[in-house]
């Protein structure tokens, strides 16, 4: 496993213990849940999937707040998180907090934002779909900012 592998889980931890205060019924995603809808938790209020903070690009040294990875198609070609029709909110980890919004919210406010240029360059996807040369995933970068203009909650970090 690498560390961005080993730092979601621990910030999938984190939040799931935000959750069991705020939710009833609990639950981790199954395997499959997790593959097929990009499930990580299923509640009484609704399904989650955690996003840990992320670099902009693979050069920089830390992870930021400012910028935020959307995925429109996973690394294996198939629909994305932002697409997934079973997922019903993103939490996007911050320094302090959480930021949660519903996913259907989020995936018309990309196509609202988003050119459908594609790219091949980290630094050309802010507000275009990144894809890497020879690979199969779809992403693209939009500001934090953007997504607080959308109905959301802040859940800060114990």
Known sequence: MDNSWDRGQIVEKEFARQLIGRCTGV????????????????????????????????????????????????????????VAPKLDYIAFERLDDFVIVRRDKLQKLAVDLCQFNIVDSTCEAHYNLYQRIGRKDVITLIRMDDILTLDHKIWTKD
């Open 27 to 82: 639950k981790a995603a199954t395997k499959a849940q997790q593959i097929d809808d990009h499930l990580d938790y299923v509640t009484d209020q609704g399904t989650f999937d955690v996003k840990s903070r992320k670099r902009t690009s693979r050069s920089d040294v830390d992870e930021q707040d400012e910028w935020v990875w959307l995925e429109l198609r996973n690394v294996a070609g198939r629909d994305g998180w932002l």
